[in-house]
């Protein structure tokens, strides 16, 4: 195309007409600079007014981006003479594909660098709305895993498992319990054993750390048959592959689509990071929302969800082979386990549930035993949970929180003390 | 099966490595059955439709081209015509008319027993049935000869890229391109692969992008001015975008195979005045109501009463071929209100080519197609006073509408450049122009957003339900 340029070509003319104002590039550059310098970036990160106004504009960063839009009008020049030699090399070759496709590997890895991903997830983070529990426990998670990649915790205690274990804990009293061993948040809504085993690479599981791992019989049953939406933000070549071997092969042509996604997701933080750039794309200067009318379930719905929510309980076997994989993983890299059995409201009773429970927890027990790790089922917690520590059928409110979290911090200390199976 | 799915993906790279191979008559065989086993994946029910509708057209070609009895060949049209537009309106319209009789009946005090057709609209039938139509009516004016070849027929009408949403070729166009031998070049795949990731950007990033905002917008309970003004305009983006994506990707796809469809949009938010808009927008439906209503009811050859009534006319059916609801009538009507208004207003004078005025004319012209798109868009007439009233009952602007501004900005901000290069080089080629540098940042720009802010759902296109 190069090679066929004139002057009487609009597109040439234009690009000439641009490049002739070349100043105007740092130009942008400063004004860039100044309309985002000063911590006014920081503060948009996280919603907040600026801090810090007394930074000056004239720092060395600001001459850094002033002088990297000096380059564009420069690469721009340089790039036309090239362009024609190069098309005149190699006609068939789609040059500027070629090279685009160098610059998104760059942008591939600017996004994975600490200071974007830092900024990023407080972003996403401070954006979180009140019904975005996901969000919140995502953006944590991965800018905990930041910080431990930069930090050299000894001995972690690494509390995993779903919306029960955030209900059921309190994080700050446990720590203050069993100083001076750190411990990590790293449980999720929703989080079964699939999806662990999927976020491996944000568990932060090492030699030394003993994971404390809340399990009930609903985290075996009724989930979504391939989470996508789960296990995209978290997936990485750690944990993707345990993940797929739990499919069958069935499972997975029935869900190839999804199978490609996840491996895309693994492969590529642009991928990885596609649903919460939305969040930042349409939450730009805060939460808000629209007085928007929910559809109201009918009452049949409301009943049919519940039950299939809560009674008609159906395993789901990759749950089974996730849960597997994810003891033999930490077994590879001797990490100790500790699985809690999740308490059920009493009044929840139903003849199937009881019976999944007690199939569940003969499989635990039996997979302890195999896989060596312990297994504290609710029948050996000494917990005494009434009705009223339940804020609904499966989390506890603050008073079963409290008694949850002392009985929890003193079976470690008792673990401690007797050197049971410490590392 | 949608084209930004995985499994358009998978289905077109074999289809094109086979045909790559074949010979021109295999290639069309090829073409045919995989233009009916791609719209079989939508409802295969349907497919006996689309055949008939092509043996009906095809024969009635011939019979009208062997016969020089005037009667002869205007009773085959008549044939032909009829039957297309009696299926159109069976599958589009019999509900709408009978909501509306007994709308009408209960008026008169006749209390009517309420009964529905339980009918699914076909996919791509408005587009298909122009498009046979366009060729038996071309056929009758002798503007072309007709098809003998029953295959090459079929493949005109259902040939997949452009089958279920245009654009709505003419067969003077598409059939000798199906007819003759086709050589698929490299500099073809190179400039089709553009067109593929243009138009899937502006459906996956822009417009599916837009469509939270806009359900949002609209179906707010309480609307006030700023969201009501940043719902239309997002609108206004999603549905070009959506409908000029699906455009893009069908060229880019013919191209791919050695056909080159026609250009449906040609940058209809830079219009200066009403006229230029339809010569912008959805051209190959605006030239066939042009060609085949337009000028057949006297153009504007019939003094300017005839011509105001021929435009609203032309517009109103404009209107009604979107589909069967008042809104579409209204917006139908509107837009053949804005050609009048805009032909009575330069009636006698010169055009004025000043820049500045143009940039003016341009923006007015922009918020007049939005307020199109709010009765286009809105539920239902009383949606579309709400949203009016909140003008000047709630003129505030908040939050929802500050982010959703910023969103419209970040999602489309590569459409508005590549749209003013266009438009200032009047060179729609131009992506493909650019030297080395911008070309690649442009290349890059696009990839790295349809990564990250593509919707990989595949949502459906707007205009399918067309």
Same mark, same amino acid.
């Given at each position: 195309?190069?090679?066929?340029?004139?002057?009487?070509?609009?597109?040439?003319?234009?690009?000439?007409?641009?490049?002739?104002?070349?100043?105007?590039?740092?130009?942008?550059?400063?004004?860039?600079?100044?309309?985002?310098?000063?911590?006014?970036?920081?503060?948009?990160?996280?919603?907040?007014?600026?801090?810090?106004?007394?930074?000056?504009?004239?720092?060395?960063?600001?001459?850094?981006?002033?002088?990297?839009?000096?380059?564009?009008?420069?690469?721009?020049?340089?790039?036309?003479?090239?362009?024609?030699?190069?098309?005149?090399?190699?006609?068939?070759?789609?040059?500027?594909?070629?090279?685009?496709?160098?610059?998104?590997?760059?942008?591939?890895?600017?996004?994975?660098?600490?200071?974007?991903?830092?900024?990023?997830?407080?972003?996403?983070?401070?954006?979180?709305?009140?019904?975005?529990?996901?969000?919140?426990?995502?953006?944590?998670?991965?800018?905990?895993?930041?910080?431990?990649?930069?930090?050299?915790?000894?001995?972690?205690?690494?509390?995993?498992?779903?919306?029960?274990?955030?209900?059921?804990?309190?994080?700050?009293?446990?720590?203050?319990?069993?100083?001076?061993?750190?411990?990590?948040?790293?449980?999720?809504?929703?989080?079964?054993? $699939?999806?662990?085993? &999927?976020?491996?690479?944000? +568990?932060?599981?090492?030699? *030394?750390?003993?994971? !404390? =791992?809340?399990? %009930?019989?609903?985290?075996?049953?009724?989930?979504?048959?391939?989470?996508?939406?789960?296990?995209?933000?978290?997936?990485?070549?750690?944990?993707?592959?345990?993940? $797929?071997?739990?499919? &069958?092969?069935?499972?997975? +042509?029935?869900?190839?689509? *999804?199978?490609?996604? !996840? =491996?895309?997701? %693994?492969?590529?933080?642009?991928?990885?990071?596609?649903?919460?750039?939305?969040?930042?794309?349409?939450?730009?200067?805060?939460?808000?929302?629209?007085?928007?009318?929910?559809?109201?379930? &009918?009452?049949?719905?409301?009943?049919?969800?519940?039950?299939?929510?809560?009674?008609?309980?159906?395993?789901?076997?990759?749950?089974?082979?996730?849960?597997?994989?994810?003891?033999?993983?930490?077994?590879?890299?001797?990490?100790?386990?500790?699985?809690?059995?999740?308490?059920?409201?009493?009044?929840?009773?139903?003849?199937?549930?009881?019976?999944?429970?007690?199939?569940?927890?003969?499989?635990?027990?039996?997979?302890?035993?195999?896989?060596?790790?312990?297994?504290?089922?609710?029948?050996?917690?000494?917990?005494?949970?009434?009705?009223?520590?339940?804020?609904?059928?499966?989390?506890?409110?603050?008073?079963?929180?409290?008694?949850?979290?002392?009985?929890?911090?003193?079976?470690?200390?008792?673990?401690?003390?007797?050197?049971?199976?410490?590392? | 099966?949608?084209?930004?799915?995985?499994?358009?993906?998978?289905?077109?790279?074999?289809?094109?490595?086979?045909?790559?191979?074949?010979?021109?008559?295999?290639?069309?065989?090829?073409?045919?059955?995989?233009?009916?086993?791609?719209?079989?994946?939508?409802?295969?029910?349907?497919?006996?439709?689309?055949?008939?509708?092509?043996?009906?057209?095809?024969?009635?070609?011939?019979?009208?081209?062997?016969?020089?009895?005037?009667?002869?060949?205007?009773?085959?049209?008549?044939?032909?015509?009829?039957?297309?537009?009696?299926?159109?309106?069976?599958?589009?319209?019999?509900?709408?008319?009978?909501?509306?009789?007994?709308?009408?009946?209960?008026?008169?005090?006749?209390?009517?027993?309420?009964?529905?057709?339980?009918?699914?609209?076909?996919?791509?039938?408005?587009?298909?049935?122009?498009?046979?139509?366009?060729?038996?009516?071309?056929?009758?004016?002798?503007?072309?000869?007709?098809?003998?070849?029953?295959?090459?027929?079929?493949?005109?009408?259902?040939?997949?890229?452009?089958?279920?949403?245009?654009?709505?070729?003419?067969?003077?166009?598409?059939?000798?391109?199906?007819?003759?031998?086709?050589?698929?070049?490299?500099?073809?795949?190179?400039?089709?692969?553009?067109?593929?990731?243009?138009?899937?950007?502006?459906?996956?990033?822009?417009?599916?992008?837009?469509?939270?905002?806009?359900?949002?917008?609209?179906?707010?309970?309480?609307?006030?001015?700023?969201?009501?003004?940043?719902?239309?305009?997002?609108?206004?983006?999603?549905?070009?975008?959506?409908?000029?994506?699906?455009?893009?990707?069908?060229?880019?796809?013919?191209?791919?195979?050695?056909?080159?469809?026609?250009?449906?949009?040609?940058?209809?938010?830079?219009?200066?005045?009403?006229?230029?808009?339809?010569?912008?927008?959805?051209?190959?439906?605006?030239?066939?109501?042009?060609?085949?209503?337009?000028?057949?009811?006297?153009?504007?050859?019939?003094?300017?009463?005839?011509?105001?009534?021929?435009?609203?006319?032309?517009?109103?059916?404009?209107?009604?071929?979107?589909?069967?609801?008042?809104?579409?009538?209204?917006?139908?009507?509107?837009?053949?209100?804005?050609?009048?208004?805009?032909?009575?207003?330069?009636?006698?004078?010169?055009?004025?080519?000043?820049?500045?005025?143009?940039?003016?004319?341009?923006?007015?012209?922009?918020?007049?197609?939005?307020?199109?798109?709010?009765?286009?868009?809105?539920?239902?007439?009383?949606?579309?006073?709400?949203?009016?009233?909140?003008?000047?009952?709630?003129?505030?602007?908040?939050?929802?509408?500050?982010?959703?501004?910023?969103?419209?900005?970040?999602?489309?901000?590569?459409?508005?450049?590549?749209?003013?290069?266009?438009?200032?080089?009047?060179?729609?080629?131009?992506?493909?122009?650019?030297?080395?540098?911008?070309?690649?940042?442009?290349?890059?720009?696009?990839?790295?957003?349809?990564?990250?802010?593509?919707?990989?759902?595949?949502?459906?296109?707007?205009?399918?339900?067309?």
């Amino acid at each position: 195309m190069s090679s066929q340029r004139s002057f009487d070509n609009p597109v040439w003319a234009w690009e000439q007409r641009v490049l002739r104002q070349w100043w105007t590039f740092p130009l942008c550059g400063f004004v860039g600079c100044t309309l985002l310098g000063q911590g006014r970036f920081w503060s948009w990160v996280g919603l907040q007014s600026v801090d810090d106004p007394s930074t000056s504009m004239w720092c060395s960063k600001t001459w850094m981006v002033v002088l990297f839009f000096l380059f564009i009008p420069l690469l721009w020049r340089c790039g036309i003479p090239l362009g024609r030699f190069l098309s005149q090399k190699a006609p068939k070759i789609p040059w500027a594909l070629a090279v685009s496709l160098l610059c998104v590997a760059c942008v591939e890895w600017g996004v994975r660098s600490p200071l974007w991903q830092n900024a990023f997830w407080l972003a996403v983070r401070a954006r979180a709305g009140q019904q975005d529990h996901f969000q919140r426990e995502l953006s944590s998670l991965r800018l905990d895993a930041l910080e431990f990649r930069s930090s050299d915790a000894p001995d972690p205690l690494i509390v995993i498992g779903s919306s029960q274990v955030l209900h059921g804990l309190d994080f700050h009293m446990l720590r203050e319990m069993v100083k001076p061993r750190p411990v990590i948040r790293s449980a999720m809504f929703g989080m079964t054993p $699939l999806k662990a085993l &999927s976020a491996w690479r944000y +568990l932060r599981v090492t030699k *030394k750390s003993k994971v !404390l =791992m809340w399990l %009930s019989a609903f985290d075996f049953t009724n989930q979504q048959s391939f989470p996508i939406d789960w296990l995209r933000p978290l997936a990485s070549w750690q944990g993707t592959p345990g993940v $797929l071997s739990c499919y &069958s092969f069935k499972e997975r +042509l029935q869900h190839r689509w *999804k199978v490609v996604d !996840l =491996m895309v997701a %693994s492969s590529l933080e642009l991928w990885r990071i596609r649903d919460y750039f939305h969040s930042l794309e349409f939450r730009f200067w805060g939460v808000s929302e629209l007085n928007n009318v929910p559809a109201a379930l &009918s009452p049949q719905q409301q009943a049919r969800m519940k039950n299939e929510m809560r009674y008609d309980l159906k395993l789901m076997p990759f749950e089974l082979n996730a849960f597997q994989s994810l003891t033999d993983k930490m077994r590879t890299c001797g990490a100790s386990l500790v699985v809690f059995e999740g308490g059920v409201n009493p009044e929840l009773a139903s003849k199937t549930r009881l019976q999944y429970e007690q199939d569940i927890r003969t499989w635990l027990n039996d997979q302890a035993v195999q896989h060596d790790f312990i297994f504290v089922p609710t029948t050996d917690q000494d917990l005494s949970l009434l009705n009223e520590d339940w804020t609904d059928m499966t989390h506890l409110n603050s008073s079963g929180r409290l008694k949850n979290t002392r009985y929890v911090a003193a079976y470690l200390l008792t673990m401690r003390s007797m050197g049971q199976k410490e590392n | 099966m949608l084209f930004n799915s995985m499994s358009f993906l998978v289905f077109f790279l074999a289809v094109w490595g086979i045909y790559l191979r074949l010979p021109h008559r295999k290639q069309n065989v090829l073409l045919l059955l995989a233009s009916y086993f791609f719209y079989g994946c939508w409802d295969y029910r349907f497919l006996g439709l689309i055949a008939f509708s092509t043996i009906l057209d095809y024969g009635a070609g011939l019979r009208i081209a062997a016969s020089e009895n005037i009667r002869v060949r205007r009773g085959y049209l008549w044939i032909s015509v009829v039957l297309n537009l009696g299926i159109l309106g069976y599958f589009k319209y019999s509900n709408f008319f009978i909501e509306n009789a007994e709308v009408l009946l209960q008026l008169l005090g006749i209390t009517p027993h309420h009964w529905r057709l339980d009918i699914i609209l076909p996919v791509g039938i408005s587009f298909y049935t122009f498009q046979t139509m366009s060729y038996t009516i071309d056929v009758y004016r002798r503007q072309m000869s007709p098809c003998r070849s029953l295959i090459d027929f079929a493949t005109y009408v259902a040939f997949f890229p452009q089958l279920v949403a245009g654009p709505i070729e003419r067969a003077s166009r598409l059939l000798p391109q199906i007819q003759h031998t086709r050589t698929v070049t490299w500099a073809a795949v190179q400039s089709g692969f553009w067109l593929i990731m243009w138009g899937l950007f502006k459906k996956a990033v822009i417009a599916d992008n837009l469509a939270g905002l806009v359900d949002q917008g609209f179906n707010a309970g309480h609307y006030q001015a700023g969201s009501v003004l940043m719902s239309v305009y997002a609108f206004a983006f999603q549905i070009y975008c959506d409908f000029s994506g699906y455009s893009d990707m069908a060229r880019g796809l013919a191209r791919w195979l050695g056909i080159e469809l026609m250009v449906n949009f040609n940058n209809p938010y830079f219009a200066v005045n009403p006229s230029d808009f339809w010569r912008r927008w959805h051209i190959s439906l605006s030239t066939w109501l042009r060609d085949y209503l337009y000028i057949p009811l006297g153009g504007n050859r019939k003094g300017p009463v005839r011509t105001y009534v021929n435009l609203s006319l032309t517009m109103l059916l404009g209107g009604i071929w979107h589909g069967a609801a008042w809104t579409f009538v209204i917006w139908g009507v509107y837009q053949g209100g804005l050609l009048m208004v805009h032909r009575a207003w330069s009636y006698g004078r010169k055009e004025t080519s000043t820049e500045r005025w143009t940039w003016l004319r341009r923006i007015l012209m922009f918020h007049a197609v939005c307020m199109g798109w709010l009765l286009f868009r809105a539920q239902s007439l009383g949606q579309v006073g709400s949203m009016f009233a909140a003008f000047w009952r709630a003129p505030t602007w908040d939050l929802w509408a500050a982010n959703s501004a910023l969103a419209i900005f970040l999602v489309s901000w590569p459409l508005w450049v590549v749209q003013y290069l266009q438009e200032r080089t009047k060179n729609l080629d131009v992506p493909a122009q650019l030297s080395l540098f911008p070309r690649t940042a442009l290349y890059a720009t696009v990839t790295i957003m349809l990564l990250v802010m593509g919707n990989a759902g595949g949502k459906a296109f707007i205009y399918f339900q067309f």
